[in-house]
């Protein structure tokens, strides 16, 4: 009853195992957190082999000790399922928490305790931690490129009102739920291309644009109060009145000139970069591909041998080809296929090129969540006299789009992850404005700092993509 | 055969020709102004540019043509090197994933969610700017196991000098023929007569013992030729003799495999989460034992799920490698879509070349996976 096998620990004796145990494996941990936190080598006194190998025995013979079947204790009960079921897994147990003691102390330096912010300047980043004065410094660039600094309001406030705009779908009453969709995939698109390519671009376009915005606005709150009766003639009659009262009777022009309004300045493409183009180019692919890659993989199940072999040609094709290559294509091979005095702008054409290339992408998840979905839907859609468009709008596509959430999440995220590829073309969204400040003269040698920086920000941003999508697919699902 | 049928194939097939009329009519004009002819003649001219890392021997002598294959091969030999390290991470993370240790499976986790998060090319630029910046140099590096060097120029390992190689390779190859011959022997007996013949111990004694022949009475002698530090000036040392693997291949391989990995073992956690548990359950009640219950039940239905996205993430792999053109290591794009390109000014050519390229690889392993995925479908009846 009371003898003591050490090899083979059972309940009989449970506190003396129990304590036995507990007490080696808090004495090897505390041997590597000792060593590895206060740089002091407990063990000092044995040979070198035995004093690396002697906390992971301790903490192997511990382990093993306290491993006990249906102790009674619930915590012990929980450890020994999750961390300690066999020798094996002991040991990677240890392993593993070893590993983690010994890279806390150098990281915790590296990044907070060593790592310098203050100052201006590269002088004082003396420690041997983290230079974050450097990001500091170059934080605007690499949000904002060269974009000119009294004018990166601009770009605040087109994200914000984006941000804003795109939120509106929470606020929405019962009443305007239906026409979310729509709102979503035609009109927030327009005002997004507008906002970007009239307001961060600037120029003389911008004020026939805020004209339009203005009308608009004013149109729409009084559109409330007018009679529903008259609503159709309303929303086109009263926006034209109202651009035509401001461009001509208003003479906003005139004021302009007199110097009593400041125009936008134009900021060429060229000069925009860091994150915001990231973000821009995204958005503009994400928009754009996935109309296509609908049409396409439509096409792709479509009876007309022609659309079929076209839709299948491209899809391909796209899919056959890296980016890299596309976007040299779009570069270097594209002008060639233009007139000589038709030029079209550098990111327009990688917006072009990437949309297609993820494009054929989404067509393939769109493609798998059509074939998902049973021949009897199609059926009992025809029976009811439905045509081909209505019978993909009001039954299949739901379902199908349904079903692929977690795909077209990956495209999207494969997307935003592959944008930094833009520096083929020699824009600089934020990995190239990195590669860019790590070569300036005065600021050498803070690669890792901006690495970081730039990892942290994409995975905070992807990690809440695919947490998001998980959502969505969870909000979504429904039983079959 | 009505006009509603035929009314959208036509539109779509005049806008498609349309398209391609203006863009061909473009380049035509276009190449007339700047005096180019369309043609691939200019391959077989002098390339007179030097490439750093080849595994052919290659010179500004060379064709054009030379330049493009040595841009493969250095494709190949990357996404080689990136499957293989991609494959045993993958799997081993893959199956870490689905440990019934907390910890393992949470490291396993945190691995996979934080470098699928991270571009490709930012992970590229952090291994070749950032971190083989801080390795050693020539002159202060510390050998591993005393042959390899680490070091900021490249990792120098040492390298076989061989004699009578063909020999050795011949009995290499003799020793996989006659393992596929055994294997389809075995197969038929266990299917005639139920008996099991130990196929694995079979074939690799044949692997070690057909080369160790070859060693005793082929005359083939291998010896090692471990890198030697050399001084090239005042400050400047380098290795001679072994192989220098340049540190773009280093960081290229690097990033490659351990951001794919991420998604194979995704892949391999997912095959072997949907073989269903009712298997398991069935295959031990008819009295396998564990092992033969993952060897004849378990991974046969797992690969069925795991092989197909796996040759996917390899397919990626490959194009991923054209990334390589951001480091500077003279993979197909560099060498040829960059350096080529800009030498001749042919645009259309190389650019169409190279695409071919990538496009025939990746249609010609899609096709294989079509015809393997037919041949591994079950089979109802």
């Keep these: ?480 | 055969m009505n006009i509603k049928k035929i009314l959208p194939q036509l539109l779509t097939l005049l806008v498609v020709i349309l398209i391609f009329g203006f863009f061909s009519y473009n380049a035509q004009v276009n190449m007339e102004n700047r005096g180019i002819t369309f043609g691939y003649g200019f391959l077989s001219q002098e390339s007179s540019f030097d490439v750093q890392f080849s595994l052919i021997e290659f010179d500004g002598s060379h064709s054009y043509f030379r330049a493009y294959l040595v841009g493969l091969l250095n494709t190949i030999l990357v996404s080689v090197i990136g499957i293989i390290f991609a494959t045993v991470i993958g799997i081993v993370v893959g199956i870490a994933r689905l440990s019934n240790n907390y910890l393992i499976k949470r490291t396993a986790a945190v691995y996979v969610e934080f470098f699928r998060n991270i571009p490709l090319l930012l992970q590229i630029f952090f291994w070749y700017f950032a971190a083989l910046r801080a390795l050693p140099l020539p002159q202060d590096a510390e050998p591993m196991f005393g042959v390899f060097f680490l070091t900021i120029k490249g990792f120098f390992v040492p390298a076989f000098v061989w004699n009578n190689l063909n020999i050795f390779i011949y009995s290499l190859i003799a020793a996989i023929i006659s393992i596929i011959f055994i294997r389809i022997y075995a197969k038929r007996k266990q299917e005639n007569e139920g008996i099991q013949t130990p196929v694995l111990s079979i074939s690799i004694g044949l692997l070690l013992i057909l080369p160790i022949l070859s060693f005793l009475f082929g005359g083939v002698n291998a010896s090692v030729e471990v890198p030697v530090i050399k001084q090239l000036s005042q400050s400047g040392f380098t290795y001679e003799g072994g192989i220098k693997l340049p540190p773009e291949l280093i960081s290229l391989a690097l990033a490659l495999s351990l951001y794919t990995a991420t998604f194979i073992a995704e892949c391999v956690r997912a095959g072997v989460q949907g073989v269903s548990k009712g298997q398991k359950e069935a295959a031990a009640s008819i009295g396998l034992t564990p092992n033969q219950v993952l060897k004849l039940v378990v991974m046969p239905q797992a690969l069925r799920i795991i092989i197909p996205p796996t040759t996917n993430q390899y397919l990626n792999l490959t194009k991923n490698s054209s990334l390589a053109a951001a480091i500077a290591y003279p993979d197909l794009v560099l060498v040829f879509a960059g350096t080529a390109l800009m030498q001749t000014g042919r645009a259309i050519e190389i650019v169409s070349i190279t695409m071919l390229t990538y496009l025939s690889l990746s249609i010609s392993i899609s096709l294989f996976m079509n015809w393997y995925n037919k041949k591994i479908a079950i089979k109802e009846k």
């Design chain 1, 1 to 480: 009853m009371n003898k003591l096998n050490f090899l083979q620990p059972d309940k009989n004796n449970l506190s003396t195992y129990l304590y036995t145990g507990v007490v080696l494996l808090v004495l090897s941990i505390f041997i590597v957190f000792f060593n590895s936190f206060f740089n002091r080598d407990l063990l000092s006194f044995l040979p070198g082999t035995i004093s690396f190998f002697l906390p992971l025995i301790l903490g192997f013979i511990g382990l093993h000790l306290i491993r006990i079947d249906y102790s009674g204790l619930k915590f012990l009960d929980k450890v020994n399922k999750n961390i300690n079921t066999n020798n094996f897994n002991a040991f990677l147990s240890l392993l593993i928490v070893f590993a983690v003691i010994k890279s806390l102390p150098p990281l915790l330096s590296w990044f907070i305790l060593d790592a310098n912010i203050a100052g201006d300047s590269k002088d004082v980043c003396t420690g041997s931690g983290a230079c974050w004065t450097y990001i500091k410094i170059w934080f605007n660039r690499f949000m904002y490129g060269m974009y000119p600094n009294p004018e990166q309001w601009r770009i605040n406030l087109s994200f914000v009102a984006l941000a804003f705009l795109g939120t509106i779908g929470f606020f929405a009453t019962e009443k305007f739920k239906k026409y979310l969709t729509l709102y979503y995939v035609v009109v927030y698109p327009i005002i997004a291309f507008f906002f970007i390519f009239f307001f961060i671009s600037g120029g003389p376009i911008f004020f026939d644009f805020s004209y339009g915005i203005i009308a608009a606005v004013i149109s729409t709150i009084i559109g409330f109060l007018i009679p529903s009766k008259f609503k159709m003639y309303y929303f086109i009659i009263v926006p034209i009145t109202v651009y035509i009262l401001l461009k001509y009777v208003f003479f906003y022009e005139e004021l302009i000139e007199l110097g009593k309004l400041e125009t936008l300045e134009w900021v060429e493409t060229g000069a925009w970069g860091g994150l915001s183009l990231t973000f821009i180019v995204s958005f503009f692919c994400l928009i754009f591909c996935f109309p296509i890659g609908l049409f396409l993989s439509l096409g792709r199940r479509s009876d007309f041998p022609i659309i079929k072999y076209f839709s299948i040609g491209m899809i391909e094709f796209w899919r056959g080809v890296p980016l890299i290559t596309v976007l040299f294509m779009s570069s270097v091979m594209f002008p060639m296929f233009l007139p000589e005095d038709m030029f079209i702008d550098k990111l327009v054409r990688v917006i072009i090129a990437i949309s297609l290339f993820e494009a054929a992408y989404v067509a393939e998840v769109i493609r798998g969540g059509l074939q998902a979905l049973p021949r009897g839907q199609y059926d009992a859609a025809k029976s009811l006299g439905m045509g081909y468009w209505k019978m993909h709008i009001l039954i299949i596509l739901p379902q199908a789009l349904k079903l692929v959430i977690p795909g077209i999440a990956n495209t999207f995220l494969a997307l935003v992850k592959d944008t930094p590829l833009i520096f083929v073309v020699g824009l600089l969204e934020i990995v190239g404005m990195l590669n860019l400040a790590k070569t300036n003269p005065d600021w050498l040698g803070f690669a890792m700092e901006g690495y970081v920086f730039a990892s942290v920000l994409f995975f905070i941003i992807c990690y809440a993509m695919s947490k998001y999508s998980y959502n969505l697919e969870q909000k979504y699902k429904t039983e079959r």
